[in-house]
Structure formats: structure tokens, C-alpha cells
């Protein structure tokens, strides 16, 4: 039973996006983290997240899916963070409490209604490099605005849809 399972269901692979939308989706990742590190350049903070790249396949190459609005961006980043860091600083660096960690964010998330799956691995992050507290407002808060700030600008300017879908 669980061999046929595996097999999965014999779909076919979805159809490819056209090459404008892979071009535009591109761009905009690139333009996005451009714009989080060079900010952060700027102001001599850490805003780069290695979880913010997956964000950016969300946000510019389905920009019109649940897991990509803004709400869920910012609040599921927000919250896996702040999840990772109270799981640290309550249990400390095991492996036990970074898993406990991933299952509340997710959890949390679906209870919010934001959810964002690249906001999942901010509490691996968060294990790994054993941040204080600043963290949660640079590089998570701060970065996540400015990604959404960049997607606000950019898909409207170059879809004819709108971005967001909701707030």
C-alpha cells in the first residue's frame, strides 16, 4: 500500500511559465535581495535572511498564491522568528528544541492564516547561528518590509494583476 503510495498519482508535470514571466520573476528576486543587502549596506545592519531567496520564488514567481501576500510574508517571518528565539533561549541549542521549534511555527502560522513556507526555516537559522534578540528586527522585521516593498512596486508595475490579493 505504502509502495503504490510512493508512485504518487501519475500527473502530468504542470505546464512551464512563459518566458516573460520566468524573466520577470528573475528580475525581481534579484532586484529584491539587491535591495535588502544594499540597504543593509547602507545602514550597516544584517537584513539578508537565507530564508528571504525562497521568499522571492514565492513572491515574484507566484505572486498571486496564499503564501505569497504581503500578511504572510511579513507575519510568518515574524513569528517563525520570534518562535526560534524564545525555543533557544527556553531549552537552548538542541536538537529536540529546533525541532519543536519548526513544528510550533508551522503550527502558529496555520493558526494566524500566515502562512509563508520559507518563514519554516527561520528557526533552523536561528538554531545555527545563535542570535540575541535583535534579530527578530534585523535582518527578520526589517527585511521582510523591504522585500514586500520591492514586490508592491514591482508586480504592479509589471503584471497587468494586482498585488496583493489581500492585506
Given amino acids: 500500500m505504502l509502495i503504490q503510495k510512493l508512485r504518487g498519482q501519475g500527473a502530468a508535470l504542470p505546464t512551464r511559465p512563459p518566458l516573460r514571466a520566468i524573466a520577470l520573476a528573475w ?17 550597516a545592519l544584517s537584513l539578508i535572511l537565507g530564508s528571504f531567496g525562497a521568499s522571492c520564488v514565492l513572491v515574484f514567481g507566484f505572486p498571486d498564491v496564499p503564501f505569497s501576500q504581503p500578511r504572510n ?16 533561549q527556553w531549552a537552548g541549542p538542541h536538537w529536540w528544541a529546533m525541532a519543536l521549534a519548526v513544528g510550533t511555527a508551522i503550527a502558529v502560522m496555520m493558526w494566524t492564516r ?14 545555527f547561528a545563535q542570535p540575541t534578540w535583535d534579530f527578530l528586527w534585523f535582518p527578520t522585521l526589517t527585511g521582510a518590509v523591504v522585500l514586500v516593498l520591492v514586490a508592491l512596486l514591482y508586480n504592479n508595475l509589471t503584471r497587468p494583476g494586482r498585488y496583493p490579493q489581500y492585506w
Fill in 27 to 43: 528580475l525581481g528576486g534579484a532586484l529584491a535581495i539587491a535591495t535588502v543587502a544594499l540597504a543593509g549596506q547602507q545602514w
Fill in 73 to 88: 510574508v511579513v507575519v510568518g517571518h515574524f513569528l517563525s522568528s520570534l518562535i526560534g528565539l524564545v525555543f533557544l
Fill in 114 to 127: 500566515t502562512v509563508h513556507p520559507p518563514a519554516g526555516s527561520n528557526p533552523v537559522i536561528i538554531f
